[in-house]
Each structure stands twice: as C-alpha cells, then as structure tokens.
C-alpha cells in the first residue's frame, strides 16, 4: 500500500470506526468480540483498499456480517439469560435498552443482521439486500418476521415498534 492509500484508509477508520464498532457490537453482543470483528474487517479491507476505496464501509459492513454469520455457524446460538439482582432500581430507558437487547438475541442470526442493518444503521433495503446476499424481498420479509418475533419476545417494546 503506497503512502496516499495508507493515508486514505487511516482517514476511514478515524472517520467510521465509531459506527462500524457499534455495528460489530450490535451483531456480537461482546465488546471484545466487536473490536475483533471489525479489527478482522478492518484488514480484510486494507488488504484490497485499492478496489474497494470507493465504497469501504459497505465492504467492511459485508465482511463483519459474512464473519458473524460463520462464527454464529460454528459455535450455534448464544443467548443471554442473566437478570439484574433484585432490589436495583434501573428506569424505563434502562430497561427498554435491556428488554430490546434480550430480544434481538434471541432472535436467529440472519433476522438480528436485517434488524441491525436496517433500523439501527438505518441502511436502504437495497444496501442490507446486497450485504446478505439476498433479494430486496427477502430483506422485507426477513424485517417483517423479526419485528413480529421482537414484538412476541418483548411485549414492552410493541409501543416502539409500531412506530416502523
């Protein structure tokens, strides 16, 4: 890599690097498993910065998927069931954020990556369409079975989720 890419893809890691971890968190569930899923991406993109400088942060967004869905193949599914101890006290925001994370774990891998890709990345159907691989009615369809799932799992968040 010469200089001039060197400094075109350090400039895209301390530009997106904020959003892409968020997104590698969203997808692991663990802080460490982000920054090693993003840390494999990241070098995977620098690897082939020439052909994909146009649009990295699809590229690096396709290869922390392709990878989250491998490691979800090889370990199967991982779902926390620890609650918080009696006695403390949290507020409705608190357990919103919980009662969503509980629930978009549960939820099977290709269904929490449509979710994830877009209504927290707020990605166009067309963008997670070709990130997964698949038809922009498969996305739709996938969106609509896990919001219906999301709405089973955590009754408290219905209210929220009418809102998509």
Not at 100 to 127: G, H, N, Q, S
Request: with cysteine; charged share 25%; hydrophobic share 40%.
């Amino acid at each position: 890599m010469n200089q001039e890419a060197r400094e075109s893809f350090t400039a895209f890691v301390a530009a997106r690097s904020g959003s892409l971890i968020r997104t590698a968190y969203v997808l692991t569930g663990d802080q460490h498993a982000a920054e090693e899923l993003l840390q494999n991406a990241l070098a995977k993109t620098a690897a082939r910065w020439r052909s994909v400088r146009d649009s990295p942060e699809a590229y690096v967004r396709k290869a922390m998927y392709h990878d989250q869905v491998s490691r979800w193949r090889r370990r199967g599914r991982e779902y926390a069931t620890g609650s918080p101890p009696e006695g403390v006290h949290h507020d409705a925001d608190v357990d919103l954020r919980v009662s969503l994370e509980r629930a978009l774990f549960a939820l099977p891998p290709r269904k929490r990556a449509v979710i994830v890709l877009r209504y927290f990345e707020d990605l166009p159907e067309a963008e997670i369409a070709s990130i997964m691989g698949c038809s922009v009615g498969t996305v739709r369809s996938q969106a609509h079975k896990a919001l219906a799932r999301l709405r089973e799992l955590a009754p408290d968040l219905a209210v929220h989720l009418e809102m998509s």
